[in-house]
């Protein structure tokens, strides 16, 4: 037979017409056009190597930083003088620099240089106004403007010194990062504010760096000297070489839709060579080989992949050019220059058409069913003993279990062999799902369409098992992971060690604020009865008279006892009067020994490597820094505290009274204000920011010790969600071929007399059963993995059952609805064309 035939003849039995073509074609196009649009987005959302590079450094080669503003000035000139044709600019930035908008502070991007400077060019966009070029002038990103209300004329001042003139100049717009709240500042303005820079109520020190920019041998030579004093230049190339392989390559995002491609291409023509084989078997009826319908079937395939691929990527092009524009707004920065991604398009059509053809090839071994001789060939002997898969998964799993038992002190190793023997007893119970549906059949003989769906099920099962493994083990695996997500999360906040307990706020008096009103101000933010306290240690009178604010007066401390690396090692003291300071301190309750002690003017030391039999040595600071020794002093009279938690040890290690201290010698300050709710109240962060702004607490110098975060339920539900697809995907596919299988005896059963509905419930029930087996056997082993993974180590296993239960009903829900919508909907009136 000529090829144009056969082609002619596969193309039309392949494709079909009308709906079922459509719906082919889509399902082809979809998974290319969906990995051709996530690449195309992507290569336009991801900066370029030069945009990422300006964004950061201007026009300039390098950059270098350092704390000392003093060092940078010497520090150009040694580079003008070692390193012929380099230039250099200052540059002062502060990622966390506080000023005042209206009644609050906010935390803004602070940088201060020579704005006209050809080093900086396209590093920021002016939008309105200019750069600000003389001391008391700034610039403000636009959306720092747009949230606060600001506009050129107005005043955004530093939050120390609000009287200071911070006049709006300018609006301009980071490229890479529209959202950001910048503050631009004429040269040396840092430096000109008081306390600038050394300002405590900073989170983190200023930098006074140098912009740097010259030919390579200039450069080279820069990076020389810098090392010398070992300082590292930020160089464009360190900024190229940090983007990620797919920030580099975009175009291997399309390599999964080439993958999913494949696997629904087989299923579309497994199932498309089911539904023509009537047809290959009239063209064999008339004396055309196998093998030419095979090749007719095979050119079929390739025409639907040569018509869906082009056009889904075409498709996907034209869309995400389209979305560009709109890309800003959702991404808050400027889109990459436009790539169609040619090369790795024409491949993709290339490797899709590929693997469609191969997909046809696996799947019409023999398009007009298997000749009589194969049939005969094929057909099971009576009484043929299934392969004993079973048993030897058993033994595996046995064989893994002892292993995890033998090496539990060895956590990776042991939940490793945990996991293996789970996994293998998971896979024995899928290969005993035959048994199950044959179990059913004989239990649903009460039922006259259960006992129709299940005993078609139990002739040929090979279609419903395939479906229960894949939903099976597609929730199988959301659950293990999630479930040990969530556990180890879980795991992690009770074992939290901070330097705060889990949900305390702590409020740092660092500006001089009055701890009284302080604690007034905190008093209406959280539940009536939380407790509020002080957080005071002993400091020397003296340095605490020439300290700025009382809280940056450096505290006592008692020094490490136990010899060793530690040997320089101290802790802070604190001052404890009270049972509800100690726990707030601790978490617990001090005990009737514990108060005695304290009570009668001895020190309670928290660690027992910080005393020896009673005594401790205090380390008393002798200057505000720490570059000067300390002096060190025996006491006695300590007494060990009983045990405490790890948190507790990370802020202190020795407690005593206000009188103790006094009779030491020392003076107590208090540093902070510390509240301890059960739980944060909703809206914390406002509330705070309202009642700790009017007595000069800044946010900066609030500590909310939240710890890590547990696994929200938004998370469960979206990967749940994703699994649940996959598994009415495969049902679908599974339904919808075994639909359309029965529609023949469905339409007999009809016609000797079973109303539609009960037709209806055939199907139904088909459904459920996948559903349910699937959901039933994929949650027990989802959990099944996750107390073997958190077995070794101790971990409770924590779910969210309520996603999970919700997502297994409508897994189920979906199954009967889609088995409804599957089944025949007018028997009676397709009938003699069937049997025909």
Request: with cysteine; proline share 7%; glycine share 8%.
């Amino acid at each position: 037979m000529k090829n144009g035939y056969l082609h002619l003849a596969g193309r039309r039995t392949v494709l079909g017409r009308g709906g079922r073509r459509t719906g082919l074609l889509i399902m082809l196009a979809l998974p290319v056009l969906l990995a051709t649009l996530a690449a195309g987005l992507f290569a336009s959302i991801a900066a370029t190597a030069d945009q990422r590079a300006t964004s950061s450094l201007g026009r300039a080669d390098g950059y270098v930083t350092q704390g000392d503003p003093q060092a940078t000035a010497p520090l150009a000139q040694e580079l003008h003088r070692r390193a012929p044709g380099i230039t250099t600019l200052g540059i002062d930035d502060n990622s966390d620099f506080p000023v005042w908008a209206h009644d609050r502070t906010i935390s803004v991007r602070y940088l201060d240089t020579d704005w006209s400077s050809p080093l900086l060019k396209d590093r920021y966009r002016l939008l309105e106004g200019r750069f600000p070029t003389q001391l008391g002038e700034i610039a403000v990103s636009r959306s720092l403007a747009d949230a606060h209300g600001l506009k050129p004329g107005d005043s955004l001042p530093y939050r120390w010194q609000r009287d200071a003139p911070a006049r709006i100049v300018g609006l301009v717009e980071s490229p890479q990062a529209h959202a950001a709240h910048d503050y631009l500042a004429a040269p040396g303005q840092l430096r000109a504010w008081p306390r600038t820079g050394a300002d405590t109520t900073n989170v983190s020190p200023s930098g006074y760096g140098l912009l740097l920019a010259g030919d390579p041998t200039a450069m080279a030579t820069a990076r020389e000297v810098l090392a010398e004093k070992g300082l590292q230049a930020e160089t464009r190339q360190n900024i190229a070489d940090s983007r990620t392989m797919i920030e580099r390559e975009p175009a291997l995002l399309l390599v999964p839709g080439i993958v999913v491609l494949a696997a629904v291409a087989a299923g579309a023509f497994a199932l498309r060579m089911r539904r023509t084989r009537a047809e290959f078997a009239l063209l064999a009826s008339l004396g055309i080989p196998d093998r030419h319908l095979r090749r007719a079937a095979v050119l079929g395939a390739v025409s639907a992949g040569a018509i869906a691929v082009p056009a889904g990527w075409l498709t996907a092009t034209l869309l995400t050019a389209a979305a560009r524009p709109l890309l800003p707004r959702f991404t808050d920065k400027d889109t990459a220059p436009y790539d169609p991604l040619l090369a790795g398009g024409l491949l993709t059509i290339v490797l899709s058409i590929a693997v469609s053809a191969l997909a046809a090839v696996l799947t019409s071994r023999h398009p007009a069913g298997l000749p009589p001789r194969e049939r005969t060939r094929a057909a099971p002997r009576a009484g043929r003993r299934a392969r004993p898969w079973a048993p030897v998964l058993c033994g595996a799993a046995a064989l893994a279990l002892a292993t995890a038992a033998t090496f539990r002190d060895h956590e990776t190793l042991a939940a490793s062999a945990a996991v293996t023997a789970i996994a293998a007893l998971a896979a024995a119970a899928l290969t005993r799902i035959t048994d199950v549906l044959h179990a059913l059949a004989r239990l649903a003989d009460r039922t006259l369409s259960a006992r129709i769906a299940l005993r078609a099920f139990a002739r040929d099962p090979r279609r419903p098992v395939a479906a229960i493994v894949t939903g099976s083990v597609a929730l199988a695996l959301t659950v293990a992971v999630l479930g040990t997500l969530s556990s180890i999360t879980a795991q992690g906040r009770a074992t939290y060690v901070g330097s705060r307990h889990l949900d305390q706020v702590e409020a740092l008096l660092y500006a001089g604020s009055d701890p009284a009103r302080v604690q007034e101000a905190l008093a209406p933010v959280f539940p009536a009865g939380t407790p509020i306290v002080r957080g005071t240690y002993p400091v020397d009178p003296a340095l605490r008279d020439a300290a700025p604010t009382p809280a940056q007066t450096p505290p006592w401390s008692v020094a490490w006892q136990a010899g060793g690396e530690f040997a320089d090692r101290k802790q802070m003291m604190q001052i404890v009067d009270d049972e509800t300071t100690f726990k707030v301190l601790t978490g617990r309750t001090w005990s009737a020994r514990e108060r005695q002690a304290l009570e009668a003017g001895r020190i309670l030391v928290l660690s027992p490597d910080y005393i020896k039999g009673d005594r401790v040595t205090l380390s008393l600071p002798t200057s505000q820094t720490q570059d000067t020794p300390d002096t060190r002093r025996e006491a006695g009279g300590a007494v060990l505290a009983d045990p405490v938690d790890a948190t507790t040890l990370t802020r202190g290690t020795a407690y005593l009274t206000t009188r103790t201290a006094q009779a030491l010698g020392a003076q107590t300050v208090t540093y902070s204000v510390i509240a301890s709710p059960s739980a944060p109240p909703a809206g914390l962060e406002e509330r705070l920011v309202q009642a700790l702004e009017p007595v000069d607490v800044v946010m900066a110098d609030v500590r909310i010790e939240t710890g890590p975060e547990l696994t929200p339920p938004f998370l469960w539900y979206l990967l749940l969600g994703l699994a649940l697809a996959a598994v009415v995907t495969v049902l679908a596919v599974t339904v919808t071929a075994s639909a359309t299988e029965l529609r023949g005896d469905l339409i007999r059963l009809h016609r000797i007399g079973l109303a539609p509905a009960t037709l209806r419930r055939i199907v139904v029930w088909q459904s459920l059963t996948i559903a349910a087996l699937a959901g039933v056997l994929g949650v027990a082993a989802g959990w099944a993995l996750t107390a073997a993974r958190n077995w070794p180590a101790g971990i409770p296993v924590v779910m969210d059952w309520t996603a999970v239960l919700a997502v297994l009903a409508l897994t189920v829900l979906l199954g009967a609805a889609y088995g409804a919508l599957a089944a025949p909907r007018r028997p009676g009136n397709t009938l003699n064309r069937t049997e025909a």
